[in-house]
């Protein structure tokens, strides 16, 4: 058994975690586990006792030292989970994209697994807690925290890569649109370097990234579309599409369809007809076709940027981000359709409250009754 280098017959509180637990094998470090168990550790090492006497202060010591640990890594494996926790509760278009990047029923299973793991730490910290009152000898309350900690730590390495990914897939939502407003959103699609990021930018106050070169867009964003005051529809840039057949290899295509896939009834295709984003017309008329046989039900405005570069004779409206030409056009199109489809039914406003109590027989505005002869 090591030394213990605290007060003589108190239980030992390591400040640094164990990166093995017993019975592990070694390899890499886990640095998500053990900034955990570092922060568990350090805040249980300051428990200090209490009782009547020496032994019952020592055996108080220990009590606290497991309970703390045990609450502290509760906690942090709850907030792990953080709105994982109710995956129902996530618009569609969240819930797609997780199963696209981690497979279907990935972030399920490495929630019941920390889930399970919290379980476990309630257990094991019953567990010592029973040895502790039963325990008549100080080695016996270092040996029950000892323990615990190194029971604690096993569970957490275990679970260090569901910890990994649950993290990672928060981040993933957190810098992506919801999509699952009042307002249906509308995405605006079409080939690389058409075009999209710049519409949504002049259209709304989203700054997003601009460049003349295509691939630069590799996630969805959104700006907000003003429908009339106060009421704001999500317009969401997407990555360039190039397949739409099929699933496509590349995540930035899948997200985009998804987007597609789970947004309102109404998209923009924009058309770049000067050629400078690198594909046909031709092509992005087959694009097009495409992406109508695989939402039959999707209404398509169809929209050629670039005018102050290329006009063509098609009775497509024509549009200019660079100079602005065509634009108020657009967006007062793009309102009416939204009406159309009955995106903006919004529930009317609560009344307002009355200031003055009605009571039956009285006047509106009569003066009241001073209560208590007040006045």
Aim: aromatic residues 4%.
């Amino acid at each position: 058994m090591p030394a213990d280098r605290s007060r003589p017959g108190t239980p030992s509180s390591p400040r640094r975690s164990p990166r093995h637990p017993p019975g592990r094998p070694a390899g890499p470090p886990h640095p998500w586990a053990d900034a955990l168990l570092e922060i568990a550790f350090h805040r249980a090492s300051k428990a200090a006792g209490s009782g009547d006497s020496s032994l019952n202060r020592r055996r108080s010591q220990a009590h606290r030292k497991v309970a703390r640990s045990a609450a502290v890594l509760l906690r942090q494996l709850r907030q792990a989970e953080g709105p994982l926790h109710r995956l129902e509760d996530l618009s569609g278009f969240s819930r797609a994209l997780l199963e696209d990047r981690y497979g279907p029923g990935g972030i399920e299973r490495s929630l019941l697994r920390v889930h399970r793991a919290q379980e476990r730490l309630l257990g094991f910290r019953t567990e010592e807690e029973k040895r502790l009152a039963r325990a008549d000898a100080p080695y016996a309350f270092g040996g029950s925290v000892r323990r615990f900690y190194g029971r604690a730590a096993s569970v957490l390495f275990e679970v260090e890569r569901d910890l990994a990914r649950l993290k990672e897939a928060q981040a993933l939502l957190a810098d992506r649109p919801g999509l699952g407003g009042a307002l249906p959103a509308l995405p605006v699609v079409g080939y690389p370097n058409v075009g999209k990021s710049s519409l949504v930018t002049r259209l709304t106050r989203a700054r997003l990234r601009v460049a003349p070169y295509p691939f630069t867009t590799l996630t969805t964003a959104a700006g907000h579309l003003a429908l009339r005051p106060g009421v704001q529809t999500p317009l969401v840039d997407t990555p360039g599409l190039r397949e739409a057949e099929g699933r496509s290899s590349h995540a930035a295509e899948r997200e985009a369809l998804l987007a597609l896939e789970h947004s309102g009834p109404v998209a923009l295709f924009l058309f770049d007809p000067s050629g400078r984003c690198g594909w046909s017309m031709e092509e992005q008329e087959a694009l097009l076709t495409r992406l109508k046989e695989r939402f039959p039900t999707r209404r398509f405005v169809e929209v050629e940027n670039k005018a102050d570069l290329t006009r063509t004779a098609s009775g497509r409206r024509k549009i200019s981000c660079e100079t602005g030409e065509g634009l108020p056009g657009l967006v007062e199109e793009l309102r009416s359709l939204v009406r159309e489809t009955g995106g903006e039914a919004l529930p009317p406003l609560p009344p307002l409250r009355e200031t003055l109590d009605e009571v039956p027989g009285r006047e509106p505005g009569a003066a009241q009754t001073p209560r208590n002869g007040s006045r």
